[in-house]
């Protein structure tokens, strides 16, 4: 159970980062460590993988987390690309933000309507 689950999350980030799912432990062990990599295998086996919420749903939700936090960029462009491979359209995406901008604030909107037309072109 676990070993699937941690080969799930493999496979999730493989998606999100667009590598080999043989490449995805060797990147994140570069850039976090082990213990951290491992840690968020898990996770995410569980939290793309679980019942209850479709991946384009999943998608909307991480982008808006991540909007609402602001000063994420890095991590928001492949959270973008994969909410439209889970179904997303561009139009979507930009109501979100722009929503978004009277509850996190226009600054961080504008950021990420920046980035969703850059990255979406």
């Known amino acids: 159970m676990e070993d699937d689950r941690r080969r799930r999350g ?12 043989e490449e995805v432990v060797g990147w994140f062990t570069g850039r976090f460590g082990e213990r951290f990599a491992e840690e968020a295998f898990a ?37 973008l690309r994969w909410a439209v491979e889970h179904g997303c359209t561009r139009a979507e995406l930009e109501a979100a933000a722009a929503l978004l901008g009277r509850y996190a604030g226009e600054e961080k909107a504008a950021a990420a309507l920046a980035l969703i037309r850059e990255e979406l072109g």
């Open 43 to 79: 996770s995410a086996g569980g939290a793309w993988t679980e019942d209850g919420l479709s991946l384009r749903d999943r998608s909307l939700v991480v982008v808006a987390a991540l909007v609402t936090l602001g000063g994420l960029e890095q991590r928001l462009r492949p959270h």
């Open 10 to 21: 493999i496979e999730a980030y493989a998606s999100q980062l667009r590598l080999e799912p």
